[in-house]
């Protein structure tokens, strides 16, 4: 599975921007698929995880009620939504891809989180000006 992210770009204080995130191959549906970012000098971040099925998702406390990941199967694509962005939301964002057997199910969100993917995109830079 190959990802590619597109979408990033600068953008002001309370702004809205949309990542996507497009895979190759046919086993997308097999996949959850993740969001992170690392911002310059800081340690990668997890900013939250949807199911193969789409039916769940997970965010961390950091974007909760601000970001929403989406999906779409039949174009093999995951979207990242970022509303009311900050400053602090400035890195690279990454998509990556996580066999999922449970469909979302607790012990994947936990894999997830702690970095336990198989398959990185190569990041899209996200700078957000004060």
């Known amino acids: 599975v190959q990802l590619v992210e597109s979408g990033g770009g600068l953008v002001q204080a309370g702004d809205s921007l949309r990542l996507s995130c497009a895979a190759s191959?046919?086993?997308?549906?097999?996949?959850?698929m993740a969001w992170f970012r690392q911002a310059s000098g800081k340690e990668r971040e997890f900013v939250g995880v949807i199911s193969w099925s789409g039916g769940s998702t997970y965010y961390p406390d950091s974007v909760k009620d601000r970001f929403i990941i989406s999906r779409d199967n039949a174009k093999n694509t995951v979207y990242l939504q970022m509303n009311s962005l900050e400053p602090e939301d400035t890195a690279v964002y990454y998509c990556a891809a996580a066999l999922d057997f449970s469909n979302g199910g607790p012990d994947l969100v936990v894999a997830v989180r702690a970095g336990g993917v198989d398959y990185w995109g190569k990041g899209t830079l996200v700078t957000v000006s004060s």
């Open positions: 191959g046919r086993t997308f549906s097999s996949y959850a």
